[in-house]
């Protein structure tokens, strides 16, 4: 970015990062960045078959966004790759369908299970925030005093979580909830903080199936 034009004039060339962008939303917004000239570090866990589609095109950082050491490595890899870091897209997420209590197998839901998608989904969100709004605070602003862009996924399940997603929709509710707050926080820095809630996305066959058959079984 540079003072004498805005970010938003055209997308080509900005660096981005895209957490979970191997898979799934992650990779369709990977392949829209690409398309439209950005520069993309992709991180996730590790690379789908998919992810063969853009990655001659991109950097990967495998890279787990509970992880403070992971999350700074994939920073300072788009800071080094491209210079800076213009935007980040929090695509990272987990969830697993589990009702409260099992009634076929009278047991309740599985505390570890909460835990593990609280962590992923809000605190790897916010880790991921934290980091990139640091590095984004060191850039130049542009004619509009910008200096970088944060989008969280977060879901209509926050607003409305179905069966089986207590867990899924207190995480994202969470990240819905601190959107706001974190947008007031950065406003004088110049980062614009935004989120986005799809209804349902795309996945691989075997993804819906596995979640299908654990709900099922929770019957």
């Not at 980091?131 to 542009?142: C, K, Q, R, S, Y």
């Amino acid at each position: 970015m540079s003072s004498a034009q805005s970010l938003f004039t055209s997308l080509k060339g900005l660096s981005v990062i895209v957490t979970g962008g191997a898979s799934g939303l992650g990779l369709a917004t990977s392949k829209r960045l690409l398309e439209s000239g950005c520069r993309v570090l992709v991180c996730d866990l590790q690379k789908t078959p998919e992810f063969s589609e853009i990655e001659k095109d991109c950097v990967f950082q495998k890279t787990d966004v509970t992880c403070e050491a992971d999350a700074i490595n994939a920073v300072n890899t788009a800071k080094g790759q491209f210079s800076k870091l213009d935007v980040l897209v929090n695509c990272a997420g987990v969830g697993f369908a589990c009702k409260t209590f099992n009634a076929k197998y009278r047991k309740p839901h599985a505390l570890d299970t909460f835990e593990r998608i609280i962590r992923v989904n809000t605190i790897g969100t916010f880790n991921m925030i934290r980091l990139a709004a640091t590095a984004m605070a060191e850039n130049e602003p542009d004619c509009d005093n910008l200096r970088g862009v944060i989008i969280n996924t977060t879901s209509v399940a926050a607003f409305e979580g179905q069966v089986g997603q207590a867990a899924y929709a207190a995480s994202k509710a969470a990240v819905a909830g601190m959107t706001l707050p974190i947008a007031r926080d950065l406003a004088r820095e110049g980062i614009r903080v935004m989120a986005i809630a799809p209804v349902t996305t795309l996945r691989s066959s075997s993804t819906v199936k596995r979640k299908r058959d654990i709900l099922l079984q929770s019957m």
